[in-house]
């Protein structure tokens, strides 16, 4: 058995437990550029969720053979005037990110090829 597979199947089916992502409202998020002439924008994936309870998730996915980046546009009004949480499910990495600047430019995203995230959000 491969085991990072399955270590990559075993992290997605424990981030598709949470109940947000079955009766939260979803959005496909626009993905911009990092920099101008920056084309790896357009090989991004992202999507959101965000649950009645105020739960957010963010998904990001590098559908390319090559390192990308871009800024992810998001939805949530009231990230301004406070520090954020993205807890990634799928590597067990944290950031902290400031919402104002979330709310201006976006999540700032600079991934190896095939990458995939799965964020849970949380004021910090």
Known sequence: MDQ???RFYDRLLGVLRDPILRAGTWQMLECVSAWEGNWTWDCFL???WQG???GRWLVTVNYAP?????YVRL???E???SQWRF???MTEVA????GNDLQSRGLYMDVPAWNVSAFSITRN
Request: glycine share 8%; charged share 20%.
């Open 4 to 6: 990072s597979l399955k």
């Open 46 to 48: 992202a999507f959101a």
């Open 52 to 54: 009645s309870d105020g």
């Open 66 to 70: 090559n390192q990308s980046q871009c």
């Open 75 to 77: 939805p949530f009004a």
């Open 79 to 81: 990230l301004a005037g």
């Open 87 to 89: 807890q990634d499910h």
């Open 95 to 98: 950031y902290v990110r400031d």
